[in-house]
């Protein structure tokens, strides 16, 4: 196997990287299909929410040399995407390329696959999302992979150069000619749910009267 490596991504606008920053993943999952990755990558350190460009590698299973080398392309504002080709047994990334990435001004990283080392990720207060936790890490062999290609992460197909929405509920993913749009309609959505709650929690309103769900039982059982 060899190295591929293509040209670093364009990245997202920062003024809609803010509006998508104001966005849960729960409300883009209201009406979008695509883009989430698999719900059994969760986050590893509570209560973040990041959003940046997707920045892709994919590595064999037992060899991390290409993400080392990935770090020292990283900048600011960056997400790494980590396929890890289908491997579930080594862990890929832990204290020192938590430290590397973060120094790079990485915002975040999913790895489709086990990560080690969580203390020190915490103690780097670095957003990770991952399928868990394993002592068996990589090393570097030189076996190969491919950074910025089309790439498989949590059964979801992710481009380099896409935005990535990532919190406590999950992680999304969005070609750039959608976030602006997606974020706007979002934010709406969410302005009016607030309403909603307030009517629910100070007024005495019935959530089923509010969604409409009430009428809709009423009507068939009359």
């Known amino acids: 196997m060899s190295y591929k490596i293509n040209p670093m991504p364009a990245q997202i606008p920062q003024d809609e990287l803010d509006l998508l920053a104001q966005v849960e993943t729960a409300t883009l999952g209201h009406w979008r299909q695509f883009g989430f990755l698999h719900r059994q990558i969760q986050p590893l350190i509570p209560r973040r929410r990041v959003v940046g460009t997707a920045v892709t590698i994919a590595i064999p299973g037992p060899d991390s040399t290409l993400l080392h080398h990935l770090l020292s392309l990283l900048r600011p504002g960056d997400f790494v995407i980590v396929d890890r080709l289908h491997d579930d047994r080594y862990a ?36 990770m999302w ?12 030189d076996i190969g992979g491919a950074i910025n290609v089309p790439v498989s992460c949590g059964n979801t197909v992710v481009m380099p150069g896409w935005a990535v929405l990532a919190d406590e509920s999950g992680v999304v993913v969005l070609p750039p000619d959608e976030v602006k749009a997606e974020a706007e309609k979002a934010i709406a959505t969410q302005n009016r749910g607030k309403g909603r709650e307030a009517s629910v929690r100070t007024d005495g309103v019935k959530l089923g009267d509010l969604s409409g769900a009430t009428e809709k039982v009423l009507a068939k059982l009359a």
Request: charged fraction near 20%; aromatic fraction near 6%.
């Open 92 to 127: 890929c990334w832990g204290g020192g390329v938590t430290v590397g990435a973060k120094a790079a001004g990485a915002v975040g990283a999913v790895v489709d696959g086990p990560c080690t080392d969580l203390e020190e990720i915490e103690a780097s207060d670095f957003p």
């Open 130 to 141: 991952c399928r868990g936790i394993s002592p068996i890490t990589t090393r570097l062999y």
